[in-house]
């Protein structure tokens, strides 16, 4: 099915683990975005890539790391995990350059004990 | 950096009545994007603004960016059961060539619809 789909939807770890969330989209979207999101705080931009193989951080990227070796893939990475990293994290894509809308995934729920 | 102050940051209101939710910038605003966002599920674009001044509606909802472009409110009329969820401005702080790919979003604002 067409989409952006997230992966897995909800996962608990524990602290010091490495944990990877994927994000998937059908469309051949250029811009790709990883966003956390935490009561009182919103949404927060943690990494957006424009096109394969080209990444860059957004707000808050310290603990992960991104890759985006396709165009359709870009996988989020917690290299150890801490407590602080629970959160619900919103995989994104965007169309086209002059749309202004972002297709948002829908969402997984990390837990870190 | 950008920042979005949204208020309320929660309300309730009866089903039927209407309701605005503002969003204020402490920059300019080149672009305003609202979202909606349901419970336990990712986030639905509703409307973008660009314009000072300019103001859009989809169904029962209504945006508009004010003339100084740095306020956008969000009004619903005759709210309904299906308008509930939390909504979420998000902002360019810069002009861009390629839409809205360094989003800053408020903290949202969560609305229930009482019957």
């Known amino acids: 099915d067409a989409g952006i789909t997230q992966s897995p939807r909800y996962k608990i770890t524990e602290t010091g683990r490495q944990v990877t969330l994927m994000c998937h989209q059908t469309?051949?979207?250029?811009?790709m975005f990883w966003y956390r999101q935490d009561l009182g705080h919103g949404l927060r931009l943690i990494y957006y890539?424009?096109?394969?193989?080209?990444?860059d951080k957004g707000e808050v990227p310290d603990g992960y790391v991104v890759s985006r070796s396709k165009t359709e893939n870009f996988p989020l990475t917690l290299e150890s995990a801490t407590r602080s990293q629970t959160s619900v994290y919103f995989c994104a894509s965007i169309q086209g350059e002059d749309t202004g809308e972002l297709f948002f995934g829908e969402g997984s729920r990390l837990t870190v004990l | 950096s950008q920042e979005l102050e949204q208020s309320p940051q929660s309300l309730i209101v009866q089903e039927g009545k209407n309701l605005t939710i503002n969003c204020t910038s402490s920059k300019t605003l080149y672009g305003l994007y609202w979202y909606k966002q349901k419970y336990g599920e990712g986030l639905i674009f509703l409307m973008m603004?660009?314009?000072?001044?300019e103001e859009k509606s989809h169904e029962k909802i209504t945006a508009k960016l004010d003339e100084k472009k740095q306020q956008s409110s969000l009004h619903i009329t005759a709210s309904q059961p299906s308008h509930a969820g939390i909504y979420l401005c998000?902002?360019?702080?810069?002009?861009?060539?390629?839409?809205?790919?360094?989003?800053?979003f408020g903290t949202g604002t969560r609305l229930t619809i009482i019957p």
């Open positions: 469309w051949s979207h250029s811009y």
């Open positions: 603004l660009q314009k000072g001044g």
């Open positions: 998000g902002a360019d702080s810069q002009i861009s060539n390629f839409g809205n790919e360094k989003l800053t």
């Open positions: 890539s424009a096109a394969a193989d080209i990444t």
